[in-house]
């Protein structure tokens, strides 16, 4: 059975210019950029956040950066990470018991979720200024 990475991967050398991500009030992804920013995005986790297999990298971030998401689902996975997708919802202290027990190496954040990101002081922080 193939691995998720793989088999976006395989898509994006089938269909390159299909849409596969549409975002409400948002932009449009093609399989093929979604293919190749994941690619981008996971060279960077790992040559610039040291983010090794293993390591835990935590999703935070709202639902307008669903394209983002998206993207970094599939980069932590071609990096060897392990995922945490945290719903923006949570009240803070459900926040820092996520982060308390996953102890991820990085989380991914933007938006208005980016300032809930770096007070959790868990780990390294990729938002706004920082997204590839």
Known sequence: MPLLP???QAVAERFPDRVAV??????AMTFAAWDAQSNALARTFVEDDGVRP???VMLLLPADLADRFAIAYI???KAG???VPVNPRYA???LE???GSSEPALIVAGGDQEQRARALQAGRVLGDAEWP
């Open 75 to 77: 980069a932590a996975h």
């Open 97 to 99: 018991h996520v982060a």
């Open 22 to 27: 549409d975002v409400v009030d948002g932009g």
């Open 54 to 56: 293993g390591d835990r």
């Open 6 to 8: 793989d088999e976006l």
């Open 92 to 94: 803070p202290r459900e």
């Open 81 to 83: 990470a392990v995922v």
